[in-house]
């Protein structure tokens, strides 16, 4: 493969241990890797130049967490809620019934094409979830299609009971033969612990099974009121658990606690359970903003993500998740921006491969059409991405 100069670069924000950001600057891409990063004036040759003609790089957004594979539409739903109607677990149903009808064609098309949109906003690494699905089939088909499309692939079997079930031989089926069935395409599990979804004997259950057959874990936890499920995730030596709009003082502080490990200056050391705030998801809920303020001075390893779904959060605009953390979350810029991508990382442990702009990571960054990465914040709403390489390859203009 041949390697390609970005020359030109106003601003580059790397996103490395040092959190390093360089004024007239250059990258050089190998193949799928970073091969060099330094002051334009001292850039090597390379066989293809682009002049980035004064444009901020930064490295590609990290979205931890997604629900891409689903058919159908809650417009009416959302309408609702806009006019005072709560979110329930439950709505998720809708989903499982028009994601079922759907032929793998469809369901390919779908996510494919939430793929391409995702990517053209600055998206170069991206999990997605199974998890309206609900039977063995369904879950297992789910996984098999996001596992041809996303770089990881989670399960979430536990993410609603489905109507008429009894939820725990529904339960027993997530731990079981479904499990069984999902396990060549997910390297994660996750459990939706929550009022209306599964209550913490429930979650213990599912976490438990699934850390034994050799997933990784995360759970979706305190998004709709406070709960178990930040502690249980920490109990549980999850990767992530991910809303937490609800916490209180002793969840703060059990995920401060699983960070003691951690080196932050290095960016090396035992990883903790980072917490994954969804913004887009608590605007369209209608839920508290997750204290991204609170964790971060906690020293709580925190991760922005998209959520992306047709329920709670159907965008998959991290520049706007990383605009409104900044404007409704109080994190700087540079907080926002490193959650959204090396948080990301962080989130699905592949810190040491994506995440930031250094020599030998993937090379995934993106250009935006500004200045500076603060233009993200400050020129909200504006389609800043231009263009964006995902594993060396160009995207967009
Ligand atoms: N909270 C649970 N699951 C999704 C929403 C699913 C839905 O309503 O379709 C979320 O992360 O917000
Ligand atoms: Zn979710």
């Given at each position: 493969?041949?390697?390609?100069?970005?020359?030109?670069?106003?601003?580059?924000?790397?996103?490395?241990?040092?959190?390093?950001?360089?004024?007239?600057?250059?990258?050089?891409?190998?193949?799928?890797?970073?091969?060099?990063?330094?002051?334009?004036?001292?850039?090597?040759?390379?066989?293809?130049?682009?002049?980035?003609a004064g444009r901020a790089a930064l490295p590609g957004?990290?979205?931890?967490?997604?629900?891409?594979?689903?058919?159908?539409?809650?417009?009416?739903?959302?309408?609702?809620?806009?006019?005072?109607?709560?979110?329930?677990?439950?709505?998720?149903?809708?989903?499982?019934?028009?994601?079922?009808?759907?032929?793998?064609?469809?369901?390919?098309?779908?996510?494919?094409?939430?793929?391409?949109?995702?990517?053209?906003?600055?998206?170069?690494?991206?999990?997605?979830?199974?998890?309206?699905?609900?039977?063995?089939?369904?879950?297992?088909?789910?996984?098999?299609?996001?596992?041809?499309?996303?770089?990881?692939?989670?399960?979430?079997?536990?993410?609603?009971?489905?109507?008429?079930?009894?939820?725990?031989?529904?339960?027993?089926?997530?731990?079981?033969?479904?499990?069984?069935?999902?396990?060549?395409?997910?390297?994660?599990?996750?459990?939706?612990?929550?009022?209306?979804?599964?209550?913490?004997?429930?979650?213990?259950?599912?976490?438990?099974?699934?850390?034994?057959?050799?997933?990784?874990?995360?759970?979706h936890g305190n998004q709709l009121g406070p709960g178990?499920?930040?502690?249980?995730?920490?109990?549980?030596?999850?990767?992530?658990?991910?809303?937490?709009?609800?916490?209180?003082?002793?969840?703060?502080?059990?995920?401060?606690?699983?960070?003691?490990?951690?080196?932050?200056?290095?960016?090396?050391?035992?990883?903790?359970?980072?917490?994954?705030?969804?913004?887009?998801?608590?605007?369209?809920?209608?839920?508290?903003?997750?204290?991204?303020?609170?964790?971060?001075?906690?020293?709580?390893?925190?991760?922005?993500?998209?959520?992306?779904?047709?329920?709670?959060?159907?965008?998959?605009?991290?520049?706007?998740?990383?605009?409104?953390?900044?404007?409704?979350?109080?994190?700087?810029?540079?907080?926002?921006?490193?959650?959204?991508?090396?948080?990301?990382?962080?989130?699905?442990?592949?810190?040491?491969?994506?995440?930031?702009?250094?020599?030998?990571?993937r090379a995934d960054l993106q250009l935006l059409n500004?200045?500076?990465?603060?233009?993200?914040?400050?020129?909200?709403?504006?389609?800043?991405?231009?263009?964006?390489?995902?594993?060396?390859?160009?995207?967009?203009?």
């Amino acid at each position: 493969m041949s390697a390609t100069l970005i020359t030109n670069i106003a601003e580059l924000t790397t996103q490395d241990p040092e959190r390093r950001v360089l004024a007239d600057a250059a990258v050089v891409l190998d193949g799928d890797r970073i091969a060099w990063i330094g002051p334009a004036a001292a850039a090597p040759a390379a066989d293809e130049a682009y002049d980035a003609a004064g444009r901020a790089a930064l490295p590609g957004w990290v979205d931890s967490h997604t629900h891409l594979v689903f058919a159908g539409d809650r417009s009416a739903e959302f309408e609702a809620r806009m006019a005072g109607r709560e979110y329930a677990a439950g709505g998720i149903a809708v989903t499982t019934d028009a994601t079922r009808a759907a032929g793998d064609y469809e369901l390919t098309r779908l996510l494919l094409g939430r793929v391409a949109e995702a990517v053209a906003g600055g998206t170069t690494y991206l999990e997605t979830k199974t998890g309206y699905g609900l039977s063995v089939e369904e879950e297992s088909r789910h996984a098999r299609i996001a596992s041809t499309v996303a770089d990881q692939v989670t399960y979430l079997g536990a993410h609603l009971v489905p109507a008429r079930a009894d939820a725990d031989e529904y339960t027993d089926l997530v731990c079981g033969g479904m499990l069984a069935a999902v396990l060549p395409y997910v390297s994660w599990a996750d459990v939706f612990c929550e009022r209306g979804a599964f209550t913490e004997e429930q979650s213990r259950r599912v976490l438990d099974a699934c850390r034994r057959a050799g997933l990784g874990l995360r759970v979706h936890g305190n998004q709709l009121g406070p709960g178990p499920g930040v502690r249980l995730a920490v109990e549980f030596g999850a990767a992530s658990v991910d809303h937490v709009n609800h916490l209180d003082d002793d969840d703060v502080a059990a995920l401060a606690g699983s960070w003691s490990g951690w080196d932050p200056a290095a960016a090396r050391g035992a990883r903790g359970t980072v917490a994954t705030c969804l913004p887009a998801c608590d605007l369209s809920t209608r839920q508290p903003l997750a204290p991204g303020r609170r964790l971060v001075d906690a020293g709580v390893e925190i991760a922005l993500a998209s959520n992306c779904n047709p329920g709670t959060s159907y965008t998959t605009s991290m520049n706007f998740c990383v605009a409104t953390a900044v404007l409704q979350m109080r994190l700087t810029v540079d907080e926002a921006v490193r959650a959204a991508t090396f948080g990301g990382a962080l989130a699905l442990g592949v810190q040491d491969s994506v995440g930031s702009l250094e020599v030998g990571k993937r090379a995934d960054l993106q250009l935006l059409n500004a200045p500076s990465a603060t233009h993200l914040a400050y020129r909200p709403g504006m389609p800043l991405t231009g263009a964006v390489w995902r594993a060396g390859v160009r995207h967009g203009g």
